[in-house]
RNA sequence: CGCGGGAUGGAGCAGUUUGGUAGCUCGUCGGGCUCAUAACCCGAAGGUCAAAGGUUCAAAUCCUUUUCCCGCAACCA
């Protein structure tokens, strides 16, 4: 059996996550589902970024300790992914103690065998908000903080030594073309970073000292780099000194699924460490694009931020696991409103598929008492619509390699327009009229529920929960994923689905809770 | 001339690699049907494919120029 190790980037414990933030668990959520249901071995890991100068303010601000802090946001984060019915194997922290050992282990190593150097960081400085800024950072060339004079100060710190790295890395990108997506952002790093030539990464900090101790020099704390990256092996046995079994079985990870906004850490900082680790790249890093709030990029101070838990409280967890997965293409950022919302609600999961199961389960209990089996009477429409249902693992699979889920999710629902159309081609109604066609109408209910039960077979890794209610419905434990023919029905009692949603009168209703 | 991506009917997208009647979902309008959640099915209106020029028998698709939008331009996770 093939194994398959998924990652998300760990969530930064500064603030509860919102949608946006929300959309990537989901998303490799729905990844990590359909590569189990595909029989390969899964481990999906996500977890927290605990550290750093932001959580040590913001904790000083509420009077709390940072791991005080930390554990209230990690709490929220989880509670989150689990709201949005996530089935991540497991749930790492920065500030596990395990974590931590490792973390310096490999800061030591890198050490040692001179990859990392003492030097001093040298940038332009705000004294007054006591941080450095980059040239680009700055408005007007003052600090883009308080619009004070910046200066150059230096700083003591460590620093890794990526240019040693920087050609092999080249020929790994250029000889690995799946291993940035999308492809634009491998240009993006190519042109802007590999090409020009690397600078040397400053990887500890002594401004502040809520981080990982450097052992040899209690000074410096671990900055981010090589703490949050290396989570993606600490976590499954990797030791400096000796990894264990569970980490050479699932190392290197098949896919790191990450914000757009961090790709050049995860395809430059990240395989730089590994190699200087000696260990496998990963084998593929995806920058999905983001999920903004109308226009805007979600933000606090736009007041336009919407949290996943709020959301599965107003229109189910399905629903939404629904919007996000379908409504952000490959490459470009999405768009979340209200509005749009309850558009695909009503359309989709309602009319299209909900009023199909309805409509269909229905019709075998009105007219077979629910117990329907082919019969060797065939119409002219049944082999267009099986012909679909059983092009539909292919098709499907072709997106999901790609990582187009929202193409993926299409199939399906293409094949479920195809069913209602045939229920209009064949009239059940019409032939329920006449004792004669009664073999014919029973063929027809069939062929119904069997596109309806391999659709909620492929729904699974998408829409779990309504999958499983659509089986229970049809009443059929089969979860094989093409037409069968011999399969005995005795359906359940209908329920709708989704309930259409009356678009003013929900927006009135939220507008009145906020 | 920093690098890269994009501009397609009211909205969101596909099509551009390998030129050949412009396609999908939603919305609008008209019709049909009644099994079903005022759902479903059919049809129509609506685009000179950002602009100009060029190559070609033929260009959304190739070339050139222009305009506009977006991402990246390194120590902020």
Not at 234 to 260: C, M, Q, R, V
Not at 406 to 416: M, N, P, R, T
Request: charged fraction near 30%; proline fraction near 4%.
């Amino acid at each position: 059996m093939d194994k398959y190790y998924i990652t998300t980037a760990i969530a930064y414990t500064s603030s509860k996550p919102h949608i946006g933030n929300t959309y990537e668990i989901v998303l490799a959520d729905a990844i990590a589902r359909y590569k189990r249901q595909k029989g390969f071995d899964v481990y999906f890991q996500t977890g927290t970024d605990e550290h750093g100068e932001k959580i040590q303010q913001k904790a000083i601000a509420k009077g709390i300790s940072p791991k005080e802090y930390v554990d209230d946001i990690a709490g929220q984060v989880k509670a989150i992914w689990d709201c949005m019915n996530t089935s991540y194997d497991k749930f790492v922290r920065t500030t596990d103690p395990h974590h931590e050992e490792v973390v310096q282990k490999i800061f030591k190593k890198l050490y040692d065998q001179g990859d990392i150097y003492k030097g001093s960081y040298e940038g332009l400085y705000c004294t007054d908000c006591e941080a450095f800024w980059t040239e680009s950072q700055l408005v007007d060339g003052k600090c883009p903080d308080c619009g004070r004079e910046v200066h150059i100060a230096s700083e003591e710190a460590y620093f890794f030594k990526l240019s040693k790295y920087q050609d092999r890395l080249i020929e790994y990108i250029e000889s690995h073309p799946e291993f940035i997506q999308p492809e634009s952002r491998k240009n993006e790093m190519i042109n802007n970073f590999l090409k020009p030539g690397l600078q040397d990464l400053c990887v500890s900090r002594t401004t502040f000292d809520w981080g990982i101790p450097v052992t040899f020099d209690d000074k410096h704390v671990v900055y981010v780099w090589i703490d949050a990256l290396s989570n993606y092996i600490t976590n499954i046995g990797y030791d400096p000194d000796g990894s264990s079994e569970e980490f050479n079985k699932w190392w290197p990870a098949e896919l790191h699924l990450i914000g757009k906004d961090i790709i050049r850490f995860h395809t430059i900082y990240w395989p730089i460490i590994l190699m200087a680790l000696d260990l496998p790249l990963p084998k593929q890093v995806f920058g999905h694009p983001w999920l903004l709030s109308g226009m805007d990029k979600m933000s606090k101070s736009r007041g336009n931020v919407m949290y996943a838990d709020d959301l599965v409280k107003l229109f189910g967890v399905d629903a939404i696991r629904y919007y996000v997965l379908h409504e952000i293409p490959f490459a470009n950022d999405g768009t979340i409103t209200y509005d749009l919302i309850i558009e695909k609600i009503n359309s989709d999961l309602a009319n299209v598929l909900g009023n199909l199961v309805n409509r269909t389960i229905s019709m075998a209990n009105k007219y077979f008492d629910g117990n329907v089996t082919k019969t060797n009477v065939t119409t002219e429409f049944d082999k267009d619509l099986i012909e679909k249902v059983n092009n539909l693992s292919e098709n499907i699979e072709k997106r999901m390699n790609k990582l187009e889920i929202g193409a993926a999710l299409d199939e399906i629902f293409e094949v479920l327009r195809r069913s209602n159309k045939y229920i209009d081609e064949t009239t059940p109604w019409v032939l329920a009229k006449d004792e004669a066609k009664k073999d014919e109408l029973q063929t027809v209910i069939y062929n119904l529920l069997e596109s309806i039960r391999v659709s909620a077979v492929f729904l699974k890794p998408f829409l779990p929960e309504t999958s499983d209610e659509i089986l229970k419905q049809l009443n059929i434990e089969n979860t094989e994923e093409s037409f069968n023919d011999s399969l005995e029905y005795k359906t359940g009692t209908p329920s709708p689905l989704f309930q259409r949603i009356d678009k003013e009168k929900k927006l009135e209703e939220i507008e009145n809770a906020q």
